[in-house]
Nanobody, 125 residues
Framework: QVQLVESGGGSVQAGGSLRVSCTASGYTAYMGWFRQAPGKEREGVAVIATGGRNTYYADSVKGRFTISQDTAKNTVYLQLNSLKPEDTAMYYC?????????????????????WGQGTQVTVSS
């Protein structure tokens, strides 16, 4: 079992920036961020393969969000720039659950991940 501790998030006006971070208690092959807005399904935002060789972004955030990793600290960061009101959601840190076979790709919320408790990001217009 991998425990995840999230920090960051908050409220900002449209066009502003935020950073969220997440530290895992152990090694995991993929770490990243998903989000869920009220009444909507959880969706992948950005995921990074450990070592940083591959990153994956939702089309809606490409060019605005950047995911990075400090492997020594098992920590992943998500820099959110040029925020829009539609980015408002609960953001969940995710870490690949290697003991589960269900894998539909890094940005698919149905894939096996450990989940953090979530941190709220609110963007006002």
């Amino acid at each position: 079992q991998v425990q995840l501790v999230e920090s960051g998030g908050g409220s900002v006006q449209a066009g502003g920036s935020l950073r969220v971070s997440c530290t895992a208690s152990g090694y995991t092959a993929y770490m990243g961020w998903f989000r869920q807005a009220p009444g909507k399904e959880r969706e992948g935002v950005a995921v990074i393969a450990t070592g940083g060789r591959n990153t994956y972004y939702a089309d809606s955030v490409k060019g605005r969000f950047t995911i990075s990793q400090d492997t020594a600290k098992n920590t992943v960061y998500l820099q959110l720039n040029s925020l829009k009101p539609e980015d408002t959601a609960m953001y969940y840190c995710a870490a690949r659950n290697q003991y589960c076979d269900r894998w539909y790709g890094p940005l698919d919320a149905k894939s096996c991940y450990y989940w953090g408790q979530g941190t709220q990001v609110t963007v006002s217009s």
